[in-house]
């Protein structure tokens, strides 16, 4: 059985989808028609799948750098290991970049910094917080998927599609 065709050409389909599972899984809770809910829980599962294979695999390295003074300074850096960066990319091929978004309080300079070490928020997210969480509770629990939760809302006003919220659970 293929994909849902939902209504639109191939690539407005797979741009919407796209977007859909970006923003799942940088909110952490989207709303949207049925049929589309289900086409976005399955990618989004496959995504949180591979990341949680991979969200351990890291390396200690110890460089060897000189500071501006030149005198010789030795850095301890985490690095990922070879599959755990392909990992990371196939999922950055596939998601959106969303800005870095700067806090009601947070200074100029205090965002800045924030932002310069984090090149793809929403892969960073999912990585350090969304597959660590659900890898604790795959091992809590003894089972593997079920990462997102629908939740029927009703029909919507006008066409009466059937509305969801789609939410990481």
Known sequence: MGNRKLGRPTNQRK??????????IWYGKIETTLDRAKEVRSIAERLITVAIRECDNTVEVKKTTN????????????????TR????????????????????????????????NIKHPVVEKLFRE????????????????????????????????????????
Request: glycine share 8%; no cysteine; charged share 30%.
């Open 85 to 116: 960066l392909a990992a990371r990319r196939r999922v950055m091929a596939y998601l959106y970049r969303m800005p870095v978004m700067q806090g009601k309080d947070e200074e100029k300079e205090d965002y800045l910094a924030r932002r310069k």
């Open 15 to 24: 741009a919407l989808l796209r977007n859909q599972v970006t923003n799942l």
């Open 130 to 169: 969304i597959a660590p969480k659900y890898k604790a509770r795959a091992a809590e629990k003894g089972q593997g998927g079920g990462y997102t939760r629908i939740v029927k809302i009703g029909p919507r006003r006008g066409d009466a599609a059937e509305m969801v919220y789609l939410e990481l659970v």
């Open 67 to 82: 500071n501006e003074k030149g005198q010789t300074v030795e850095l301890t850096v985490v690095n990922d290991t070879p």
